[in-house]
């Protein structure tokens, strides 16, 4: 149930593609903020599902329950690999921050505090996005553009940051059951290791890389 404190503005679209077969394909969010008038700091939720599955209502309880703290929070929608191979997965996250940032005034969001967040998946699409800020390689066409894709926090739940581990490139031995890394790069690291690589958080990790903080569950591979 949605909290007393606060108000919900659902399907916004944030982009609208091109170049798709209806020519009507639009991606949205969900935001959640408080009725009380203000400027508040604002979180991006992005869902999990190994690239593949799951859809943005997964975060709507936390969303509430964040947002019921003073935030301003959105639930994504994302292509998901079935739909598109990397990389327009972290365009559509790119996008949908910039979305923020512009229409920050409307959504009582303080377009300097804005934070991302996810979960599995969903961390590494965080943690990609918050190292890579504004950098040409991953901000894509879709939506809004001209205006800082950067974000000042990630918080990433058990999401991959290096690839290139054995953890992650040793699961495609079995040729018959492809990881979902697989399914969603188009090729196992073996066929494609540039691709895995350049899909790693840690690579562009640096001076400017925002503070993250790390959730993770008791698998060693997302320590």
Do not use: C
Not at 198 to 215: D, K, Q, R, W
């Amino acid at each position: 149930d949605l909290p007393e404190n606060l108000k919900v503005i659902r399907n916004v679209v944030y982009a609208t593609l091109k170049g798709t077969p209806s020519g009507k394909r639009t991606l949205h969010l969900d935001i959640f903020r408080p009725v009380k008038p203000g400027k508040y700091p604002a979180l991006l939720l992005i869902h999990g599902g190994g690239w593949r599955s799951g859809n943005r209502s997964m975060d709507i309880p936390m969303a509430q329950k964040i947002a019921a703290h003073g935030y301003v929070t959105a639930v994504v929608e994302y292509r998901l690999s079935m739909e598109a191979l990397y990389p327009p997965a972290v365009y559509d996250i790119k996008s949908a921050i910039r979305f923020l940032r512009a229409k920050a005034a409307k959504f009582h969001i303080d377009p300097e505090k804005i934070a991302i967040a996810g979960t599995s998946a969903g961390g590494q699409l965080a943690a990609l996005a918050g190292a890579t800020a504004d950098l040409p390689l991953f901000e894509g066409k879709e939506g809004i553009t001209g205006i800082s894709s950067a974000v000042q926090a990630v918080i990433d739940i058990d999401g991959v940051l290096d690839f290139d581990t054995p953890d992650e490139k040793g699961k495609d031995e079995t040729a018959a059951k492809r990881s979902a890394g697989a399914l969603w790069f188009g090729a196992t690291f073996r066929e494609n290791p540039d691709k895995w690589r350049e899909a790693s958080p840690i690579h562009y990790v640096g001076e400017n890389t925002p503070p993250m903080l790390f959730i993770n569950s008791a698998l060693p591979r997302f320590h």
